[in-house]
């Protein structure tokens, strides 16, 4: 039988234990497992290779994606890791061009090294991607919406090219989550997931996940996922798959209480602009709405403002919590320039659009009364602070 959503997520892959009728995944805590004759596995070995716990996370994980495999990880940039490392000396990578400081990170700092070139472009034109498409390019990284200005690429468009040449396409899909967006269903051959933001929500685990239809892809990045051991513990495994259970309901909320956010800075005075693709008036709202279920629970927005104020009204706000990552409960927030984007070389950020203005969102789940109330007060109390003020608050 085929289920819907939300009871696939409290049932994929964790089934009722079988020696104790437990109705929740057990928490394997083993590194290694009994075997009965030497170099006959028939079922688990050793945790890197296999686990128990790990196994049940991943198949819920390839359920929500609709996918037949799922690989956990133990870190999303373990899981960008793993995908990259499916590229060999001289490769080329086409990629969006405002996307997570980590990931420009290990892209530009680490596998350029090893001879992999990469080209960062606006996606959110496909003309754009198809006109860096080298005879070498092997890979397509889009992310939508991007961080942090939220920027949505078509996807079907763009897997359309790259399929096309074929290049493989790898959709991060951390903020639209699985429950809004469905990658591989408008055809990306892979689809990744920092599942410490929202599949999780909690603020409690590390992890990522990697996740394709394409059995040969599933293979070499079983393979890698074996070989470099970048793989989460039983614990891990087990608060990732608690998060999953309530991640409808929750992206739900969030959603709803981002629209308002949105809504109200869009009004505000003291904001220069706003990034959400839920607003009508976003470039590429019209793509947002036919590939995504709702818009996400980020929303990106430039104060009116030099350095000094950004950084006071960062030090006003109370209910809002000044932290990296993001997807928790709580309402997170973080300026991006020297946060999440601090390893991007300042004129690289500053051509794709990030100011040293830019504050990021991430709404929780709180009254979003109470958000705005706080965004409100920090915005007032910030308006015309002198800069002799700054200095000394």
Sequence with gaps: ???????????????????????????????????????????????????PTRSALEENLAGLEGARHGLAFSSGMAAIHAVLSLLRQGDHVVSTQDLYGGAWRIFT????????????????????????????????????PSNPLLHVTDIARCSAIARGSRITTAVDNTFATPVLQQPLLLGADIVV????KYINGHSDVIGGAVITNDDGLYEELKFLQ???????????????????KTLGL???RHCSNAELVAKYLLAHDRVRRVYYPGLVDQPNHAVARRQMTRFGAIVSFELDAGIDETRAFTRRLQLWTLAESLGSVKSLFCHPATMTHASVEPDVRRSVGISDSLIRLSVGLEDVRDLIDDLEQGLARTAGVPHSEEAVA
Excluded at 117 to 139: G, M, Q, Y
Excluded at 237 to 244: A, D, E, H, I, S
């Design 1 to 51: 039988m085929s289920y819907r959503f939300d009871t696939r997520a409290i049932h994929a892959g964790q089934p009722d234990d079988a020696v104790t009728g437990a109705v929740t995944t057990p928490i394997y805590q083993t590194s290694t497992f009994r075997q009965t004759e030497p170099g006959v596995n028939k079922g688990f070995c050793y945790a890197r290779t296999g686990h």
């Design 109 to 144: 700092k680490v596998f350029a090294r090893f001879g992999i070139e990469f080209t960062f472009v606006d996606t959110t034109s496909p003309a754009n991607v198809e006109a860096a498409i080298r005879p070498n390019t092997k890979l397509l990284w889009l992310e939508t």
């Design 226 to 244: 074996n070989a470099v051991g970048a793989v989460p513990g039983p614990q891990d495994c087990y608060l990732v798959l608690r998060g999953v």
């Design 250 to 252: 929750r992206i739900e």
């Design 193 to 196: 997931h920092s599942t410490t």
